[in-house]
């Protein structure tokens, strides 16, 4: 029997591996996330003076959208190979760049107002999915917005929707994740989902949600 903890292994080893060997490319794509990570700031209802964490930040770029309109953001991630292009983007800004293990934070409970994840669930099996949401809800106070990518509504299309995803994104999960109600798993991790929009001509889905605990 597989293991949480074997598999919290599996996915430290995929994003140590991935994320620093290709850090260098991940901001070649991003005028595709532009727009939705504009949108993702706005839905989150952000304030001046409130504190923002970013979780799995990669290059910091929904983090530096928050910064670039006042807010103080940490932005936290695994690999240190992505940590270092975002800090090299951020003079000036109000922003802090963390390595860490995104589920286990070294936060106090109810440190920030708002956190924000993107595009980073869809990579990890559920349990370690769990695990992270689990973290999100202790250490914030207010709202938690996510940014994945959507899934087709209609059946029939979701295998081929799921071996393209797979090719570009480079998920080992793409397959579990097409079939997964990510609405139960933020529910189970004490997130309670307000609403989902689409963004970026459907590629991308943004969730609102409030911690419950």
């Excluded at 949480?4 to 599996?10: E, P, R, V």
């Amino acid at each position: 029997m597989t293991t949480t903890t074997s598999l919290s292994g599996n996915f430290r080893h995929h994003v140590l591996y991935y994320y620093n060997r290709f850090a260098s490319l991940y901001d070649l794509g991003e005028f595709i996330r532009r727009g939705t990570r504009h949108k993702a700031m706005i839905l989150s209802g952000w304030k001046p003076g409130e504190k923002v964490l970013d979780l799995c930040t990669g290059t910091g770029e929904l983090a530096l959208t928050f910064a670039s309109q006042g807010a103080h953001v940490t932005g936290v991630d695994l690999a240190r190979g992505m940590l270092k292009i975002a800090s090299a983007k951020s003079a000036r800004l109000s922003s802090a760049w963390l390595e860490m293990d995104a589920t286990h934070l070294a936060f106090a409970d109810k440190s920030f107002e708002v956190s924000v994840l993107s595009l980073a669930l869809h990579h990890m099996p559920e349990a370690v999915q769990l695990n992270v949401l689990k973290e999100l809800c202790r250490v914030t106070q207010r709202r938690v917005v996510i940014i994945e990518p959507d899934v087709p509504v209609k059946s029939n299309w979701v295998p081929i929707w799921t071996f393209v995803a797979s090719i570009i994104d480079e998920s080992e999960y793409m397959h579990e994740w097409a079939r997964q109600d990510l609405k139960q798993t933020c529910q189970s991790a004490g997130l309670q989902v307000d609403s989902v929009y689409e963004s970026t001509l459907g590629l991308h889905r943004i969730m609102t949600c409030e911690p419950m605990l």
